[in-house]
């Protein structure tokens, strides 16, 4: 079973950016897809974004244009770029690779 660290976030100003990243304990060449949701409080876990093993990704309509997810194989990470962030934004991002991570705080203010 994967285990999974996530790190990067953070405090940022309305129209900042981020990167955050997924550390997994093993090769993540084999898991077909891996994703990043958020949990704002009050609210259920929701999509954000994931990629296939191929490269294909698929994002939340409320970020498409400005969040980016990556994956690179030979460092077992997935990244999740976020741009033009607004506070709606803030919840704690999880990473999944049929586990879950911990979680990484993200809050968009002002």
């Known amino acids: 079973q994967v285990q999974l660290v996530e790190s990067g976030g953070g405090l940022v100003q309305p129209g900042g950016s981020l990167r955050l990243s997924c550390a997994a304990s093993?090769?993540?060449?084999?898991?077909?897809?891996m994703g990043w949701y958020r949990q704002a409080p009050g609210k259920q876990r929701e999509l954000v974004a994931t990629?296939?093993?191929?490269?294909?990704?698929n994002y939340a309509d409320s970020v498409k244009g400005r969040f980016t997810i990556s994956r690179d194989n030979a460092k077992n990470t997935v990244y999740l770029q976020m741009n033009s962030l607004k506070p709606e934004d803030t919840a704690v991002y999880y990473c999944?690779?049929?586990?879950w991570g911990q979680g990484t705080q993200v809050t968009v203010s002002s």
């Open positions: 999944n690779a049929g586990t």
């Open positions: 093993r090769s993540i060449f084999s898991i077909y897809a």
């Open positions: 990629i296939t093993s191929g490269g294909s990704t």
